[in-house]
């Protein structure tokens, strides 16, 4: 069964989750994503049945409501959604301007459904003042309603009553996680964003990340982290520090659209990160550790996707 999409969402590692799952437990007590965006990677995890609990958090109040109302009342959200799809009619983009109007008042989760099924690329866009600015696709109308019902019940099938969803801040989270449990984070890029940037809700600060990140070896909780990546030989992402003790794994992501254009065969490559409790428990290898990333190299039976499930 392939793994349902609650809705499109920019960066959303849907396409790699099963890879990513290769790199973590079966029979976790807990699987915790403090960057939850779309969920797919715990959506991914329930459908394997490789974790018995979820806590999904992120701290775009409006999406965590979203994700919140999707568990627990997928009914009332795709009914929701079927009303605003139906009402674009002839009018379509006058209809997205003015949802997004509301949605910039009120922060109605509902209407944020809608304006990420028809927004560019699923691409969620906030100005300085923290409104949504994304513009509409006008060469689409959004995923049709009864697609939509079918997969915001399958989502709700596989995470009700198994699920936490809070809109915190990621420091509180970890701060809040348990030893038993495993830490999947996927942060906005440092190589795409910084601190702060309209194609984000929020950024992330790189010291404090890190800080948060020995923290959690100091208390020996595992984690594994999609962080950086690569075009062809141009890296993205300030390096994580050495001390941190992290394996790191690179996933090919498929080959760029924008260089394909240019008339270049370039791979883009993501990176994950594996704290040393997490490698070790998988048996991923010791020799992985504290290796640069420009000195890095990988057997290639450990480059995805030929490492065995």
Known sequence: MKAPQPFQYQ???RLLAATILRYLPSGMPRLVEPFAGSAAL???CALKGSAARYWL??????LAELLRQIIHHPEKVADAYQSFWRDQSEMALTHYYCVREDFNRTRDPFLLLYLLARCVKGAVRYNANGLFNQSPDKRRLG??????RHNLMAVSTLLCGRALVTARDYHEVLVDCQPTDVVYMDPPYQGVCGERDARYFSGIVFE???????????????FLLSYDGR??????????PAA????HVEIKAGRSAQ???LGRNAMTMESIYLSRSLAEEINLGANMHNLARGQQKIPSSLFSPALPI
Do not use: M, W
Not at 57 to 62: A, E, K, L, S
Not at 231 to 240: E, N, R
């Open 11 to 13: 960066g959303s590692k």
């Open 42 to 44: 715990s959506i991914a």
């Open 57 to 62: 958090n992120d701290c775009n109040q409006p």
């Open 143 to 148: 995923t049709r309603p009864q697609t939509l």
């Open 208 to 222: 404090d990340f890190v800080d948060a990140l020995t923290q959690l070896n100091e208390r020996g909780i595992r």
């Open 231 to 240: 075009l062809g030989g141009q890296h993205y992402g300030k390096a994580l």
């Open 244 to 247: 941190l003790d992290l394996t």
């Open 259 to 261: 260089a394909t254009l």
